[in-house]
Structure formats: C-alpha cells, structure tokens
Nanobody, 127 residues
C-alpha cells in the first residue's frame, strides 16, 4: 500500500519558520515529480511548490517565492518544504503529492497531474 505521510506542521508566530516533511512508503518515488499544495478554510486547494525527479528544477507560487524552499532526499524517499518568514495568510492544511510519471525533467502545477496524496498537516501562523 502506497502512503505519503506529512509531518512538521504546527502553530508558529508570524515571522517564524517550520519545516514540513513527507515520507513515502510502499514504493519509491525517487524517479517521480513531487509537490506541495495547501488548502485554507473555505478555499480551494492550491499549488505551493514542485520539484522534478532529479531535484534540478523547482518552482513556487508567487506568494511564497523567496520564503519557501522545496527539496528532496531520494535515499530517504522524502520531500521537504522549508517555510521561513511565515505569514498569517500561510495558514492552511499542507499536502504533499507525487506523480506516476518517471524521469520527467519538468514540473507539475495542477492537482490532476498528481496521483498520490498525503493526509495533510495543519500549519497555523498567528499574527
């Protein structure tokens, strides 16, 4: 059974930092694109960041550029999201996701492009 399990969420003050982790089990995703999405109350789930299978390409939604960093450790089958200078508007449930497509050097920005999802971890930023 394939599982993606997020961790590292919590309550933090504005300006603080958190590091989210997403560990995969049941299969390896070392050759697949990975991403992070988030969903705030009453809003649709939105793209946050993506990383290519090699880690050579990354991209972010404009609102987090310069503050968030996505990375991956293929040996650990894990993807990370380092979040710095957090703002109240970053409050959401954060989800990691993985694609089925292997060895694609590009990035995936849309929910329908991802085949596996974690259960989400809550991030709350107090102002």
């Amino acid at each position: 059974q394939v599982q993606l399990v997020e961790s590292g969420g919590g309550l933090v003050q504005a300006g603080g930092s958190l590091r989210l982790s997403c560990a995969a089990s049941g299969r390896t995703f070392s050759n697949n694109g990975l991403g992070w999405f988030r969903q705030a109350p009453g809003k649709e789930r939105e793209f946050v960041a993506a990383i290519s299978w090699s880690g050579g390409s990354t991209d972010y939604v404009d609102s987090v550029k310069g503050r968030f960093t996505i990375s991956r450790d293929n040996a650990k089958n894990t993807v990370y999201l380092q979040m710095n200078s957090l703002k109240a508007e970053d409050t959401a449930v954060y989800y990691c996701a993985a694609t089925e497509v292997s060895y694609y050097s590009g990035l995936y920005y849309h929910r329908y492009q991802y085949d596996y999802w974690g259960q989400g971890t809550q991030v709350t930023v107090s102002s």
